[in-house]
């Protein structure tokens, strides 16, 4: 293993607190706002919707399942560079664990709000459960987070040239690597198979014994996409230099990531006989979320000149990540029919804290990016340790 | 009560509630016990398991109604047009029980002469005086007392002939007229209730409010008894006629006398007019014949118990010291509604509420408040500030005009106090106190002792006191901490010399020797142990497999389990069901055989032997003259007529189909006061019939259970229960709020829009017309924890639009049938 | 020995005491309520009302109404997917029968309210501290040889306590005895893999039209959490699978990676290989 610590050099000053970061911040603050009158009153209404009908809202299917499936580039694009030894996305892998540490913060502290009572987040490490899938969630991610919070370590080391526990986490590198893989790839398929147990409250448009597996295709979508969103309006934001040399061949995994998808859904639903053809608001957003975010970006990357266009690319991953966040909400919310007489619409509190977690997930971002090394052009020698 | 009592001897449940299981077919009528008195659906459930049929008679379908095999629907107010019917099909189509009717009631007697029924009135009725001259309602005697009887029953004017004649005129056509049951359905109920009336098997009828609650409630029940006893169940396991009380321990208080016109023990209270001496009282309320003969025997003991040492032979047992009824409503005495215009009219100044809230159940509220508003003072002894404790600062109401000083006094409640319960089957039961009372709450004895012993001292210490001696001179050894086991031994009486528990009622003499405060109740307590008493008693043992429990508690009277069970046997003491017998008799051994206490002459008291069955043939209902229940009510014991003859409720939307020219009651109380107005026969105002109905979450007048957290979240509002198709003509949506309104005043509810509720289809043939009926609960106020609405501005007491009209011979006000409108409020 | 309940709704007269007694039993707050138009108060179980009646009223063709009262709570499943759901096991079954819950594990996240397919646990919604609560079939009573709070109060015998197994012999023995009387099944002896409580109906809950009313008869009898346990049941393996293939892959780009490397150097250096 080449274990050579990176040097890392300050780009251009990026601090000037623009119109865009004075939003962010007064969004951040309206959440952290909102996460303590939450503290405060609880959960009942009217801090938030959820009711003994809909225990389970948008906090769950946006902050929770949609944002780990859209942090799934981390391991994405590990796997992609280590596995399968595509080292010419290299450019893109720190940016991604930057992305993914910053979705799974942002799980973490979802989570943290939606629980009862969230001082006890750490009950599943001494109480343990182990036939529950939540259990083996919540210790997955933990151990997850703990490895990219690693990762934004060595950066971090690096940031401040301390060389000896970098050269020794790299070292072993490979344990979190292969930790990272496995982890992910349990715990994103395990998300959906939390749906394993309710079947019957669900609308069987998406309430299906696959949706493990499916979970986890989508996460490599939500991955691949987020990577490429992330990388093209980093660029336009930072004035930085879009990886156009290497996203026209992430595309082209991400399309064949959206085909191998949209094929497992079809012949799930074609071998468990859905009725598939209504016009009610599940179907529509079941048509959307299949069509418009599936079929449609998977069709359009068919097409080279678009590959090979920033707008082009950055309208095909947005409908393909936007995707997966629809269908996290669909499975979590438009397919859920526990009471039949009840519906579910997020209250602003709930509204405020999930726009606060992502204008503060962008501002750390920005904060990471701007003292980390994390974008090629800043890394000596290429960043990451290939091999 | 007053219906039973001239009928069968007595007036109280006959059977009891476990000995429901024991029925082949159960007729609930007027009653709603899933909703008031669950714990029957217990016994009931048993029997429908065992294989019996359940038949509820109800103008809505009610949770006891969700039960039964077969529903009828009925007009309220025309459930005697119904069972005439079935009294009819059953003589028309000989399915009566030949036997028992001969021997065990008064079909065979031959009426007087005179006696008439004509155009809806019998004879002897008084226009000008709205009353009947009763001198023919009576039987044919031959000459020396003896009533002439034709026990082949085809003499012309023996009662069964007489009730033949008349119960012919009610077809399932003219019933379907009356009461708006299809005749179908009619004829259904007839074939399957009367199928009791083979020997052997038993049907018995459960009824409370939804029978009495009427201008001629008392007779809705004759003629509920009339049926029972043509099909001979009365005196039976499974079977009798059974009136659920009320109140937990109403049965108890009645028995105690808490009713205006009798003493404890179901004794006439002495009259101004009738019995100014105890002479006249002794000779004029003392039968010839029956049980009664007893009777001085039991009132003197009884003013010794409350007089003791002062009662003596020379003042005549202290009889003078008794107060006399005739003050009162047209010498008649107070009952409630007379009692509310005495109020009104200034002739009574103080009141104590003690233990009710009638400013929520009293009928025409409007008038009570103003009779409340008009006394000095009104003290109120009860758990909770009660709608009656604030029925001044009411809504509507000006505090500032209404001058009567109100006390309220905390009392303890049931479960914090020792004591007995007499329960509906007449069962007095010890409980203990499961509680210490809350804050300065004390129980209702401490409060009547404290009472008492001021009073006394108070008489004694005022020499202006006026007639200070009946107060002076009552015997009250409690105690200053009153000790309930002193009061329950002095009921249970005791001979007076050597202080002896007497063992029961039959030890008691009418030479001053001996004093009982209750002489049904003599034998509960025959020692002065505690161990003695036997309400006390939980012996779970049934050894007769009936349900009878003999050593569980005490049911009065000496431990008879269900009365008048000669009836369960045929004239030579076989029982009709083998294998349910309550006595047999033993040929050869020459005794009774007795799972129960038998309530006949089973002893020859000249040679305290056992007598055979045809000696005690004739004192199967020991407690008549005539020894045998009465089909025909005779002398007018019954005010508006000997047998039962179908009326109009006062408030009523059809003519009367039966007798078109007698309307309603022809003796029943009308009272006429600014306060009191009345709808007329198909007002055009007041379109719907109304009828009021209790819920089992909630408590009466809503005091113990709107108060109540728990109870209150069950049915929070008021609501009022209407047909789908009149919601739809009004447009009116579930849960609107409605204004009802009556003559009298009105008041809001919420709309309960259901199939349970509809419309009824009755007049005389040919003038059929539909009317929709409303019915709602009259659980709720203006005061407690939930009023019945949101609005603290509002009452919510239905009885803002019930009418104060009575039933001529209890006066219980008609909250079951008038008429109302209603708007969206 | 398993206890069970077996719940006749034809004896049941929906008085409610049963609702009241739990409440009473329980210590739980009285709710504010408004009308309600089926009579059913709360409309809802809640954190606050562990049990409750449901009314249901029909018409019949023949013009003829029907009523029936059907009381709801925590089935007390034989395999419940709440305790399969829960991630620290604050719930569990007893092997008497309760399925009950450990306030001080419990985190709050609900997914045995997702799980439930009877839709029983509920959430404390406006407490700062909120627990989940449900039916906990008495467990405490049981425990000191009590019957349940609501069989004891039940006046007319519709909740019987006892064995389990001797109940389902009760329930079928009533359904033999009485035809016509009972809709012949009884709800709880299979479904979801069998249920404490047991139901013995005048028609099923789909006619009742109970089915969304926690009441499902679709559930088949495989218990819910059955999927989940299936699923962590590969979860190791699937680890190790993963594991092993990235760590192979890993280590064969390596190794090609060295060789690539060395062969570069030796062609830098000039040598054969
Ligand atoms: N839970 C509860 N239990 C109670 C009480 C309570 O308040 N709450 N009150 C107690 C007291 S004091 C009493 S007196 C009893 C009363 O007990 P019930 O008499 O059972 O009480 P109600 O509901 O007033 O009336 C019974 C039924 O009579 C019906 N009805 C009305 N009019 C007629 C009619 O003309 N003919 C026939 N056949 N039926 C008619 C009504 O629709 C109603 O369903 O309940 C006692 N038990
Ligand atoms: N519209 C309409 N009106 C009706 C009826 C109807 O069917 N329809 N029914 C009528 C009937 S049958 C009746 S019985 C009457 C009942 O009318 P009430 O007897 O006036 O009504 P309750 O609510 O039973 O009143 C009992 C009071 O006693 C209090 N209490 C309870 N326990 C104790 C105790 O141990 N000691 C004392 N001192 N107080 C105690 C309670 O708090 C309550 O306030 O209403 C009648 N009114
Ligand atoms: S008196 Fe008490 S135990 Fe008896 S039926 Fe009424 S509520 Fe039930
Ligand atoms: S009914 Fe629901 S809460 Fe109750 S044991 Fe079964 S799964 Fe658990
Ligand atoms: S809410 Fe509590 S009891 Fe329910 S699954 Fe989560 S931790 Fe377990
Ligand atoms: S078993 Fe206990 S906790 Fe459950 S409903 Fe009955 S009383 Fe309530
Ligand atoms: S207590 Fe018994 S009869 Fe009453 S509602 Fe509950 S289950 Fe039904
Ligand atoms: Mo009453």
Redesign the interface.
Known sequence: MAEKVEKWYPGEPRGKISYGRMILYSLTTLGILSGLIRLFFGLGSPITNLSDAYPWGLWISFDVLAGVALAGGGFTMAATIYVFNLKKFEPLLRPAKISAFLGYLMFIFGLFFDLGLPWRIWHPLIYWNTHSVLFEVAWCVMLYTTVLGIDVLIMALERFQIEGPVRFLRSIYVIFIVAGIILSTLHQSSLGALYLLLPEKMSELWATNAIGILFFASAVIGGLSVVTIESLVSARVYGRQPEMHILPDLAKGLAVALLVYFAMKVTDLYARRVAFFALDWQHLLFYIEIFGTVALPALLLTFREIRESPMGLLWCAGLAAFGVALNRFNVSLTSYGGYREFSYFPSLIEIFLTVGLVAGGILLFDFLTKNLPVYHEELIGHGEPSS | MASLGPTFGRGAMTNHWNDLANSDCILIVGANP??NH??S??HI?TAL?KGAKLIVVDPR?T?????ADL?IRLRPGSDIALFNCLSNYVIQNNLFHKDYVVNYTNASYIIKSGFDFQEGLFSGFDPAKKAYDFSTWDYETDGQDNPLTDPTLQHPRCVFQLLKQEFSRYTPELAEAVTGVPKEQVLAMAKLYSSTGQPGKAGTIMYAMGATQHSTGVQIIRSYSILQLLLGNMGIPGGGINALRGESNVQGSTDMALLFHVVPGYMAIPNAANHPTLKDYLEKETPKASFWVNKPKFFISLLKAWWLDAATPENNFAYDYLPKIGKGYEGGGYSWVPMMHAMDNGDIKGLIAWGMNPAVGSANLNHTYAALANLEWLAAFDLWETETAVFWKRPGANPQEIKTEVFLFPVADALEKEGSISNSGRWIQWRYPAAKPQGDARSDLWYVNRLALELKKLYREDLRAVCPKPIGHLYWNYGDNPDVHLVAKEINGFTVADRKQVANFLALKDDGSTACGCWIYSGFYPGLDKNDNKAAARDKKDPSGLGLYPGWAFSWPVNRRIIYNRCSVDAQGQPWNPAKALVRWDDAAHKWIRNDVPDFKWIDPATKMEAPPEASLATAYLMLPEGRARLFIPKGATREGPYPVHYEALECPFINPVYPKQQSNPVVKIWKSKLDQYAQICDPLYPYIATTFRL??HWQTGAMTRN??????????M?IEISPNLAKAKGIK??DWLKVSSARGSVLA?A?????VQAFRCGLPGMETTVEMVALPWHFGFAGLITGGPDKNQNYAVNQLSPAVGDANTMIPEYKVFLVNLEKA | MSKGMLIDTTRCIGCRACQTACKSWNNLPGVKTTFSDTWSNPRYLSSADFTRIIFREDLHADGTVGWHFIKRQCMHCNDPACVSACPVAALQKLANGPVVYDDSRCIGCRYCMMACPFQIPKFQWDSAVPFIRKCTFCADRQAVGLEPACATTCPTSALLFGDRQELIAAAWRRIHQNPGRYHPEVYGEKIAGGTAKLYLTAQSFEALGLNHQGFRTDLGETPQGVYGREWMGKVPFVALAVGGLTLGLYAINRRRAELAAAEAAAKHEGKEV
């Open positions: 899933a909703e669950p714990i659906f217990k459930g398991e379908f949770r006891s109604a969700a039960k529903f089992t979450e109540l957290p728990w109870q209150a979240q069950l049915f929070p509002e609501f579930p849960g919420r309960q829009v259901t199939n349970r």
